[in-house]
């Protein structure tokens, strides 16, 4: 029983755990996007991305516009289509930021998708502990049908037309009295 529980409960809570970090990313980045603060990062670590050729995920000093402030360790989000060879520009959400984020259309995909998988999430459990009869949505013939398999047979089989007709036969042969020994 629980074996059966488990597979289903198990990917509600992955879809849940994918969609509040879809969330939680999607969120900071419209931060840095409309009310964060512009500055540059001073890129000191790049690393290839393995997956695809020519992606590089790169990290640095973030050195604010207005000489405000500095954070010492920034990743800059989303990965870049190249190396860069001179300091990026980007937004930080704020003082004690990780991420560093470039102008895109992160914050619009990540959120869209984190509500999506909540959306899926919530669609589930309702779907799950809702209590109304499954049977409601089924057509007259179908409840028929349904009602005949829990009662069951009404009478004895149908026999074909073959064994009607070999009774017919007997009961006329009997009648007549030249039943067949």
Not at 157 to 181: E, H, I, S, W
Request: net charge positive.
């Amino acid at each position: 029983m629980w074996a059966i529980l488990a597979v289903p409960v198990l990917f509600l809570l992955g879809l849940t755990l994918g969609g509040v970090l879809l969330l939680v990313r999607g969120v900071d980045a419209t931060l840095a996007e409309y009310s964060g603060v512009p500055g540059r990062v001073e890129v000191t670590r790049c690393t290839p991305d393995g997956r695809v050729e020519g992606r590089w995920h790169c990290s640095g000093t973030f050195v604010a516009d207005d000489e405000g402030f500095h954070i010492r360790d920034v990743t800059i989000e989303p990965y870049l289509e190249g190396r860069p060879t001179a300091p990026v520009d980007v937004r930080v959400s704020g003082r004690d930021a990780t991420q560093a984020w470039t102008s895109s259309g992160v914050p619009f995909t990540a959120i869209g998708g984190g509500l999506a998988f909540l959306g899926i999430v919530g669609w589930g459990v309702w779907s799950w502990f809702r209590d109304d009869d499954p049977e409601e949505g089924l057509s007259k013939r179908a409840r028929r049908r349904l009602e005949r398999q829990r009662k069951g047979r009404a009478g004895p089989p149908q026999l074909g037309n073959r064994a009607r007709r070999r009774r017919r036969k007997r009961r006329l042969d009997q009648r007549q009295g030249d039943v067949p020994t």
